[in-house]
Nanobody
Framework: QVQLVESGGGLVQVGGSLNLSCTAS????????MGWYYHNRDLVATVAAD???TYADSVKGRFSISRNNAENTVHLRMTKLKPEDTAVYHC?????????????????WGQGTQVTVSS
């Protein structure tokens, strides 16, 4: 049973920083794209298996996504936070797990972690 555990949300003042993490367990599996989403599952940032990253325009230059493949973990470094960044952030991990082919490219979502930016 694949499970995602998120951590790192909280309350921060405008201009502050937070680090989010999401770890997948319950393998064996291989991980494809890892990412973070907010609001109605709108994209924040993703990192592909080859390290390619994408960002929403609203967070470019302020947020940084990275992954640790050995630990099955994706991180989101959030800086220069604004009130409009306030949301529940969900991680999503696309992975491959047996049995195939039904277990190929399946998306798993975390339960979410609250980020609140106060002005």
């Amino acid at each position: 049973q694949v499970q995602l555990v998120e951590s790192g949300g909280g309350l921060v003042q405008v201009g502050g920083s937070l680090n989010l993490s999401c770890t997948a367990s319950g393998g064996p599996f291989t991980i494809e794209t890892m990412g973070w989403y907010y609001h109605n599952r709108d994209l924040v940032a993703t990192v592909a298996a080859d390290g390619t990253t994408t960002y929403a325009d609203s967070v470019k230059g302020r947020f940084s996504i990275s992954r640790n493949n050995a630990e099955n973990t994706v991180h989101l470094r959030m800086t220069k936070l604004k009130p409009e960044d306030t949301a529940v952030y969900h991680c999503k991990i696309e992975l491959n797990t047996a049995p195939y082919p039904i277990g190929r490219n399946v998306n798993y979502w975390g339960q979410g972690t609250q980020v609140t930016v106060s002005s």
